[in-house]
């Protein structure tokens, strides 16, 4: 397996490989803004930088592995409440708890990319 070609600022983080699903390169991309955001906002910024928020597993990745590349903060999942649209999930990186959150409340945003193969 060929690790992808980064660009400046993106870290590695791993390959994901879940059963019957394609495996792919997941890279944290070097953006990190300060403000906070409501959810939509969030998504928009995310797609603007060229990425995607990460999934909740993804997020628990990142927090496993990669908690210093974030603020002890919370930070927007791309995913909705399954029972609640108008929340979406969270990871609270000094702590490591997933919640959910209204997602007209304001949290903080990374966004990483998927590279498959």
Not at 52 to 64: G, I, K, M, S, V
Request: glycine fraction near 6%; charge should be negative; aromatic fraction near 14%.
């Amino acid at each position: 397996m060929i690790e992808p070609k980064l660009k400046e600022g993106e870290i590695y983080v791993a390959t994901i490989q879940i059963a019957g699903q394609d495996p792919y390169h997941l890279i944290l991309l070097p953006d990190h803004p300060r403000d906070k955001m409501t959810h939509q906002a969030a998504i928009e910024w995310a797609a603007y930088t060229g990425g995607d928020l990460p999934t909740r597993p993804e997020q628990a990745l990142l927090f496993a592995h990669q908690r210093r590349q974030f603020d002890m903060d919370w930070y927007w999942s791309n995913e909705l409440h399954g029972s609640a649209q108008d929340y979406a999930w969270y990871q609270y990186f000094h702590r490591g708890r997933q919640d959910v959150s209204p997602c007209l409340g304001e949290l903080r945003a990374r966004s990483v990319r998927r590279e498959y193969f």
